[in-house]
């Protein structure tokens, strides 16, 4: 899977291409429950899968967790317009931008029965995706791209993600309440995904930094030669341990969740932003992948919304619910 998507962004194809093949392939949703349709995988199997993914293409790593989210969500619906668009999620044929109602990037209220306002930034690796907001502990709304008007937004990095902002005006009959089928384990699963991805970005830069190193000569040596880089590279990599080791253990306890998206995100800034000094000069160059890895991983970290998420952990260890968000119908 990483060999794919290494090779396919190196020679310019969309990563939208690619989530079809990935699809097809039966791996886009590989952590998904069988019997939903899904790849029946375990959280560490998925975990690797994300972290494979952050290594040579974040966004599609970002938009696979997403794709898992929207099935935890969306998976035991009975309707069968939601039960055909599971099956385009593992397909690929369909994405879904998911989203916490309570984050600042999101402006929408229930007005004259209909859902109206904006949501700031999505990367989902599609044109034009659905949305679904997760509104409470157990309640959703499915928002189809229908109802949306969409418009590419500039980001730093995470080339491929068709990053866009949405304004929505969707009267109440399109907008789709899913009710008990697991927002909180999507809120997880969104944290321990982006947790992954994040390690994995931090792992390539690590490993990049290193081979640079070992095959750069100067004074007379490899550059691994020199302590002081030799020690670099050390901090670099156990920095990507401790990411790895957070994505691939921490539990879908929110406060464990959050906890451990958080340190990902700023590790993978952290060793993306070493691995690039690592590289001298050169690291500035678009012709290493250094810069890119370090625009991916101040990107993602954004895309990942993981101020609400530490938001949410922060009332929940004093003992607080989660704040109210967006109700699942107009008033």
Known sequence: MQAAAYALRAAGVPAVDLVGELGSLGVWT??????VGGGGAGRLMAAVAFERLGRYWPALGWASVQAHAAVDVLGGDERLHIRALV???????????????????????????????????????????????????????????????VTPLDRTGLDGAL????????????VQAVVGHGAAAARARLLLGIAAVAAGIAGGAADDALVYAENRYQFGDTLTAIPTVRQGLVDQAAQVVGALHLACS???????AAAAARAACDAAVDVAAAALQS??????????PAERRLRDAVSLRAAGDTWTAGTDSGRALVG?????TLDVEAS
């Open 163 to 174: 990053t866009r902002t949405l304004d929505v005006v969707a009267p109440k009959e399109s």
């Open 87 to 149: 099956d385009e999620l593992h397909s690929g044929d369909a994405a879904v931008a998911v989203v916490d109602a309570g984050s600042p990037r999101v402006h929408l209220t229930w007005e004259r029965g209909a859902l109206v306002g904006s949501v700031d930034r999505v990367d989902a690796a599609a044109v034009a995706p659905h949305l679904l907001l997760l509104s409470g502990e157990t309640e959703a709304l499915f928002v189809p791209a229908s109802c949306m008007t």
């Open 279 to 288: 590289h001298g000069g050169y690291g500035y160059l678009t012709e290493y």
């Open 320 to 324: 607080l619910a989660r704040a109210t």
């Open 250 to 256: 921490a539990t879908a306890d929110p406060v464990q």
């Open 30 to 35: 590989l952590g998904t429950a069988e019997t």
